[in-house]
């Protein structure tokens, strides 16, 4: 587009020096009006070309954390309900409501000194050995413990569309031959910055990495390993933390 904009720049500079060549003078004064007139348009959207990245950077920042918010709540609520029953899950409102009531067992870790016999039934050897003893003294509340002042209740919303985010679970073969379940939820960057620059949006989907979120999708979790992180770099968690 910039590009345009300039050989327009240079073709409106060309008439320029034909019209003072071969016009009347008496024509001048009109001619040089419509002239600042273009120019001035064309400084409009050189101006408006420099800016539009510009500008979309900085909204695909702001966009991009709210949804971020969002996914970590929903790593929370999955990361909590996995440590409490054992698994992940794909249904959103049965996380709220698991969240609603769950609790976390608060427990006691100490050493007592037990006897053990280190010889045989018919001739005992009792000795005294050390033993760790853990105790379950009572239990909190997962939403008093990780969601205190935090909006659970809408974490399954898309911000800034009609939308709810579906939450995808599977169950992996790790290396110790033993099942592990694995959940992961994505969104597609297009539904995210919807109403912004076509041609901006198609260069975002192809981001390698680094300050910028890889891929077409903001996405927590993988069905392809155990994980509860995100693809975002972490210029993003500071940009939630300071919200």
Known sequence: MILFI????????????????????????IIS???LGAAGYLSYLIYS?????IKFH???????????????????????????LGKFTSSGEGLIKFIDSAKFPV????????????????????????????????????????FEGRD???????????QEFKIETSAILRA??????????KIDKADVLTGMSKSLIKQEKEALGGDDIPGGF???GSLNEVSVNGNWPPLYDALVRNE
């Open 6 to 29: 300039l050989l327009g720049v240079v073709v409106a500079f060309g008439l320029a020096l034909l019209i003072v060549k071969f016009l009347p003078i008496k024509l001048t004064p």
């Open 58 to 84: 900085e909204e695909k920042k702001v966009r991009y954390a709210e949804v971020i918010k969002q996914l970590k709540l929903i790593a929370d609520a999955e990361d909590a309900h996995n440590e409490i």
């Open 218 to 220: 903001i996405s927590i």
């Open 107 to 146: 427990t006691d870790t100490h050493t007592e000194i037990v006897k053990e016999n280190r010889g045989t039934s018919w001739s005992p050897l009792w000795v005294e050995v050390e033993k760790k003893v853990t105790d379950t003294i009572g239990y909190e509340a997962v939403k008093d413990k990780i």
């Open 49 to 53: 070309g420099i800016m539009e990245p």
């Open 152 to 162: 659970y209740k809408n974490m399954l919303k898309i911000p800034g569309t009609d």
């Open 33 to 35: 009006i419509v002239l």
């Open 176 to 185: 110790n031959k033993i099942l592990a379940s694995v959940f992961e939820v």
